[in-house]
């Protein structure tokens, strides 16, 4: 065991905090236990953490997951950035497995507006936003060893085809899942919380 501060391999036990054993460094006099410097430093809770992990992957909300494991949201925010962080330290930077693509829309209004120089005025209107610079973005993060899980929508057909990538498409009336994994359905889940937070 080395001094996570300094390198020091100098260090030496020194009581325990919380039941988890603390150390000190001869050499810089800084303490450190087996968690320092770990996402896990500083949270009163590791305890909850494997459960957090399996609710995060699942996709459950912030606010759900604070209420099952008991602790403020503000908590669960801190956590899941803290995990992040920790995984964008690793040099996580291509998606790999089943990637889940699909869009969505947002009413635009230009009531209260000046001057209104590209159409006729009117209360609302729906428009579609250019997502040609979002998918040239998400290609360079793209490995080979992904599955483009999408609807119908042409656009994704041109993209996988152009990029060699393997696509399976829920387009049957009615179909949402293929194979019990191949759906779109937990992004057009967080479409609808999006819209319901917009509104």
Not at 68 to 92: C, E, M, P
Not at 95 to 106: A, H, M, N, P, V
Not at 179 to 193: D, F, P, S, T
Request: net charge positive.
């Amino acid at each position: 065991m080395a001094c996570v501060h300094c390198g020091s391999v100098c260090i030496k036990r020194n009581g325990k905090y919380r039941s988890r054993q603390r150390y000190l460094c001869k050499d810089c006099g800084k303490l450190f236990n087996d968690m320092t410097a770990s996402p896990l430093s500083g949270t009163h809770h590791p305890h909850k953490w494997l459960k957090y992990f399996q609710l995060m992957v699942e996709g459950v909300t912030l606010p759900k997951i604070a209420e099952q494991l008991d602790i403020h949201v503000s908590t669960a925010f801190y956590w899941r950035h803290k995990i992040l962080n920790a995984l964008r330290s690793l040099g996580f930077s291509a998606l790999r497995g089943i990637i889940k693509s699909d869009e969505t829309y947002f009413l635009e209004s230009d009531k209260g507006k000046k001057s209104i120089s590209h159409r006729k005025p009117r209360n609302e209107e729906a428009r579609l936003i250019n997502v040609g610079s979002v998918k040239n973005k998400l290609a360079s993060l793209l490995t080979h060893e992904i599955v483009l899980s999408t609807d119908s929508a042409t656009n994704y057909k041109a993209f996988a085809k152009k990029k060699g990538i393997p696509e399976i498409t829920n387009s049957n009336k009615g179909e949402h899942v293929k194979k019990g994994v191949y759906h779109i359905q937990h992004v057009n889940a967080y479409h609808q919380r999006l819209k319901k937070w917009m509104e």
